[in-house]
Each structure stands twice: as structure tokens, then as C-alpha cells.
């Protein structure tokens, strides 16, 4: 994987130089990579910056509040991009109608260009200061899972993962419990040199309904893998091969640990990020770029 890219300073709209735009993006992640660019896969970012490079004429790249991984699925991805002033007239000259919102017929365009597993949902002009990434407040997630006998229905198979056996979702609900707050989560991080894992869990709860079991997973970060390390080692309690507090006593790790094995990407799906009001996007950002320590 490459190092994460840093993204260039917020552009004022007042300069006249570039717009910052914000996009809102839905994906299947089945058939992409991940969200970063790589050389000779398809990613989320790769098809996007490419469909984006054709409509404005000019090449441009998107920075995104989460880098999902391979497999794993967003309904509520949210990313910007700097895009020239002179070039955004190239992106609804000929499409506009009479009376339409400025961005609403960029999107009507970009949904003509792009494959039918990627959608930008929305695009808006960002407010001075908007980072997609840095000035977000925390990430939302949701891990689906299936325990009927028959797997998942086919309708539903690129979105949850089946699970053969039964869970014990009090069980995992309490060994959630036990790892809320502010905690170093090297334990459930794929190492990256030089980052942090100190992240502050904010939500880690299950519910049921009928066979579909349900993750629900907020933080203000996340690093390489941490969901789907958070479910699958939950996933143990509830399968009682470990008990509720052995979940608590991974958090005295210092390098990931090899007593669990994380949940299948299938399942995951980036479902929100949540901003502050825009007079506190910069002072977020400022926050967000700090190194991290306990």
C-alpha cells in the first residue's frame, strides 16, 4: 500500500484559482481494489479521478475522509477535489437546464460516465476550509453478517457475510462494552510505519434482526483494518471461544495480534462522516493533523 497522500491546503473560493468541490459517493466495492489509486488495479479513487479528469478536461484528484479497503462498500463516502475555475464550466455547459441548481447537472453528467458500482451522490462547493479527511469528526460504519442455514440471499451476497454459526449477541455486546473510549488499538491495526493507533472508539454495538446481525462502529478514526479486526475478534465472544474480558485485554497489546482473524470485507459497508459547523472545519483539521498520543 502507499503512504497516505497529504492532501494540499484548503483554496479560498475568492481566490479565483480553484474550487474546492465536496462529493458525496456511493460504491460496490467488490470489484475495486480499494478506494486508493494503485498502479494497475481499479480503485474507487482511480475511476473517479479519471471520470472527473474527462468532465472538467483537466486532470484533478480526490481526497477522501476514509481509504476503504478491498471489498469493502460505502454509502456514505464523502471526498473533495480542487478543480480550476476556468475548468468547471466544461462540466454542465451543454447539460444545464433552465433554473438548475449549479452542481445538479455536474452530477447528472458524471452518472453518464461512470460504471454503474460508483455513483456520486451529490456535489456541492465546500466551504473555506472543508477537508474531507482532516476536518472530519468521526466515521460510521456498519458490519452485516447472515447466521440463517441457507448463507445469504443472492440479492443480498456482495453486501453480507455469511456466518455458519451461532452467535451470542449479548455476549458480543458486552465484550464491546470493553472496548469503547480512547485506547491504543495496535492489537486490531495492520502496522503502518510511523502511525498512530491510538483512536477514540465512540460506538461498537449489535443488533438482531431475525438471522441478520448487525455492527454498528463509530470513531473519530480508523486505521488500516481496525473495523473488520474489531468484528472478528468480537466474533470469537460470540461464538464463546473467548470470553467478554479477553476483548479488553488485546487493548495492552503493542503490535497486532494474531489470536483472531478479522471479518470478511464483504460485509462492511462506510455508511456516514459526520463534519462540525463550518467556522470549525479549520481548527478541526489543525486537531486532526496532530500526532497522537495516549
Request: hydrophobic share 40%; aromatic share 8%.
Amino acid at each position: 500500500m502507499r503512504p497516505p497522500r497529504r492532501p494540499r491546503p484548503p483554496t479560498s473560493p475568492e481566490s479565483g484559482a480553484e474550487v474546492r468541490l465536496r462529493l458525496d459517493i456511493a460504491y460496490d466495492g467488490t470489484d475495486f481494489a480499494g478506494w486508493a489509486v494503485q498502479n494497475g488495479q481499479r480503485t474507487v479513487a482511480g475511476v473517479l479521478d479519471e471520470t472527473l479528469a474527462t468532465v472538467f478536461r483537466t486532470p484533478v484528484r480526490l481526497f477522501a475522509a476514509g481509504r476503504t479497503d478491498t471489498g469493502v462498500h460505502a454509502t456514505g463516502q464523502v471526498a473533495h477535489v480542487d478543480v480550476p475555475t476556468g475548468a468547471l464550466r466544461h462540466a454542465y455547459s451543454r447539460t444545464r437546464r433552465d433554473g438548475e441548481p449549479e452542481f445538479l447537472a455536474l452530477t447528472r453528467r458524471l452518472a453518464r460516465f461512470l460504471p454503474v458500482d460508483v455513483r456520486v451522490l451529490r456535489v456541492q462547493r465546500a466551504a473555506p476550509d472543508f477537508d474531507a479527511r482532516f476536518s472530519a469528526l468521526r466515521r460510521h460504519y456498519a458490519y452485516r453478517l447472515s447466521t440463517a442455514p441457507y448463507g445469504v440471499t443472492p440479492q443480498l451476497a456482495r453486501y453480507v457475510t455469511a456466518w455458519p454459526r451461532p452467535l451470542d449477541v449479548d455476549a458480543m455486546t458486552e465484550a464491546s462494552r470493553n472496548l469503547l473510549g480512547l485506547n491504543d488499538f495496535a492489537a486490531f491495526c495492520r502496522h503502518r510505519e510511523g502511525a498512530t493507533t491510538i483512536r477514540d472508539l465512540q460506538r461498537l454495538d449489535w443488533e438482531r434482526e431475525g438471522d441478520l446481525v448487525t455492527a454498528h462502529v463509530s470513531a473519530d478514526a480508523f486505521c488500516w483494518s481496525m473495523v473488520r479486526s474489531l468484528v472478528g475478534a468480537v466474533l470469537a465472544v460470540g461464538e464463546h471461544r473467548r470470553s467478554a474480558t479477553w476483548c479488553a485485554d488485546l487493548l495492552h497489546a503493542t503490535r497486532r495480534s494474531s489470536d483472531f482473524t478479522a471479518a470478511p470485507a464483504r460485509g462492511l459497508t462506510l455508511v456516514g462522516v459526520d463534519y462540525p459547523p463550518d467556522d470549525q472545519l479549520g481548527a478541526r483539521s489543525v486537531i486532526t493533523r496532530d500526532l497522537r498520543t495516549r
